[in-house]
Nanobody
Framework: VQLQAFGGGSVQAGGSLRLSCTAS????????MGWFRQAPGKEREFVGV????????ILEDSVKGRFTISRDNAKNTVSLQMNSLKPEDTAVHYC????????????????WGQGTLVTVSS
């Protein structure tokens, strides 16, 4: 499956952005669809996931209450709505697809989008 993420940009703290990830080649229905981010000099970290079976979202504690994940299997897309953005959210954000039973670590994902940069200024 090929993934393409888009929607990044620059916003001020407190602003919002919506990232989208479009898949091609296979339906996302059978994949956990995750979002990760990587800030300069830091490791790639888990942001959240839309689970393949139920579509329910699991979010990392640092973004709970601010971010939501939604998926549209018919359109083969998954989105990350980011509200109340903080400077520490600045990072390249990646979408990824996992066919594994687990989904919190980058190694659980076999397919990655190219990343889209989110910059939040104070």
């Amino acid at each position: 499956v090929q993934l393409q993420a888009f929607g990044g940009g620059s916003v001020q703290a407190g602003g919002s952005l919506r990232l989208s990830c479009t898949a091609s080649g296979r339906t996302i229905r059978s994949y956990h669809m995750g979002w990760f981010r990587q800030a300069p000099g830091k490791e790639r970290e888990f942001v959240g996931v839309s689970r393949r079976s139920s579509g329910t979202a699991i979010l990392e504690d640092s973004v709970k209450g601010r971010f939501t994940i939604s998926r549209d299997n018919a359109k083969n897309t998954v989105s990350l709505q980011m509200n109340s953005l903080k400077p520490e959210d600045t990072a390249v954000h990646y979408c990824a697809a996992s066919s594994s039973v687990v989904f919190r670590a980058p190694r659980d994902y076999g397919y990655w989008g190219q990343g889209t940069l989110v910059t939040v200024s104070s």
